[in-house]
């Protein structure tokens, strides 16, 4: 017996298999892509209010749903509130410990501590999850895009997508936008 790690659903031949309700939810929605097409995938999927068909070599990781578990306390709420109403604006660690009342070195210890990575890498990743829903739900420009989640050029959104999701944004919007 082989077990797969990564995956979050596996076919073999013409069997389908998961672990858990999420990853279930994920592998439905494979089927119906697979039988009737992205678009109804998709449709359903938004109807679901799932946010999106995930590929079966996926992780299943949101920034946004695992931010509130890892800051338990919910020490730093009202830094997420600031950062995604800010989300275009040039922001570094100093603007954030500024929000938070404290130096950047304080910030950068604590919120590492309660959140388990640096708050730089923390605010990358909730832009690169607005930018993988403005990919989807949008019709912005990539270059739009990039600008509205602060990512300043299309270069620095391209290296983003390619460290964490190792595909390019073209190649993700294209996977996973509806024709």
């Given at each position: 017996?082989?077990?797969?790690?990564?995956?979050?659903?596996?076919?073999?031949?013409?069997?389908?298999?998961?672990?858990?309700?999420?990853?279930?939810?994920?592998?439905?929605?494979?089927?119906?892509?697979?039988?009737?097409?992205?678009?109804?995938?998709?449709?359903?999927?938004?109807?679901?209010?799932?946010?999106?068909?995930?590929?079966?070599?996926q992780s299943q990781f949101s920034a946004d749903l695992a931010r509130p578990t890892q800051d338990a306390k919910g020490e730093f709420a009202?830094?997420?509130?600031?950062?995604?109403?800010?989300?275009?604006?040039?922001?570094?660690?100093?603007?954030?410990?500024?929000?938070?009342?404290?130096?950047?070195?304080?910030?950068?210890?604590?919120?590492?501590?309660?959140?388990?990575?640096?708050?730089?890498?923390?605010l990358q990743r909730m832009r690169l999850d607005v930018a993988r829903n403005l990919l989807i739900d949008s019709k912005r420009s990539m270059?739009?895009?990039?600008?509205?989640?602060?990512?300043?050029?299309?270069?620095?959104?391209?290296?983003?997508?390619?460290?964490?999701?190792?595909?390019?944004?073209?190649?993700?919007?294209?996977?996973?936008?509806?024709?």
């Open positions: 017996m082989k077990v797969e790690v990564d995956p979050i659903y596996f076919k073999e031949g013409s069997i389908w298999t998961s672990a858990g309700i999420t990853a279930g939810i994920d592998m439905a929605l494979a089927v119906v892509q697979e039988d009737l097409g992205k678009c109804p995938a998709l449709r359903l999927a938004r109807s679901l209010v799932t946010p999106m068909i995930r590929s079966a070599g009202a830094l997420y509130d600031w950062l995604r109403e800010n989300l275009a604006r040039v922001t570094g660690v100093s603007d954030m410990a500024d929000r938070c009342g404290m130096s950047g070195r304080s910030l950068s210890r604590r919120y590492t501590i309660n959140v388990g990575l640096p708050p730089a890498k923390s270059k739009a895009v990039a600008l509205a989640c602060g990512f300043r050029d299309q270069e620095r959104m391209r290296r983003a997508f390619h460290r964490h999701l190792q595909t390019s944004p073209y190649s993700y919007q294209a996977l996973f936008r509806e024709s």
